[in-house]
């Protein structure tokens, strides 16, 4: 059964970067599309960026655009969220998720099938 292993979550300041990485760990990752979602205290799941399966096509909240880039290493089995600029309304935990639909760029969680257990980002000021 297929696990995502989220890493990189952690406390950091207003302007500062941060990247989170997520691995596959029984099918290779070009099986599926990718995407970050994060979650804040007290409120829904939030799209953040995609990638379908070989990088052609991404996707980016109007949020993050400009600050966050998600890129994939199919060689490594790796997804990575690079996170600049980050403000306090960045903190929540951020979960990485896949679908077998390898050209999927979904926005919504439904578009998801499988999801990691979550890292978690704090942005102090």
């Known amino acids: 059964q297929e696990q995502l292993v989220e890493s990189g979550g952690g406390l950091v300041q207003t302007g500062d970067s941060l990247m989170l990485s997520c691995v596959t760990s029984?099918?290779?990752?070009?099986?599926?599309?990718m995407a970050w979602f994060r979650q804040a205290p007290g409120k829904g799941r939030e799209f953040v960026a995609a990638s379908n399966w070989n990088s052609g096509r991404t996707a980016y909240s109007e949020s993050v655009t400009g600050r966050f880039t998600i890129a994939r290493d199919n060689a490594k089995n790796t997804v990575s969220l690079q996170m600049t600029g980050l403000k306090i309304e960045d903190t929540a935990d951020y979960y990485c998720a896949a679908d077998l639909r390898r050209l999927n760029t979904g926005r919504v969680p439904s578009d998801y099938s499988i999801w990691g257990q979550g890292t978690q980002v704090t942005v102090s000021s």
């Open positions: 029984d099918q290779p990752l070009s099986t599926y599309a």
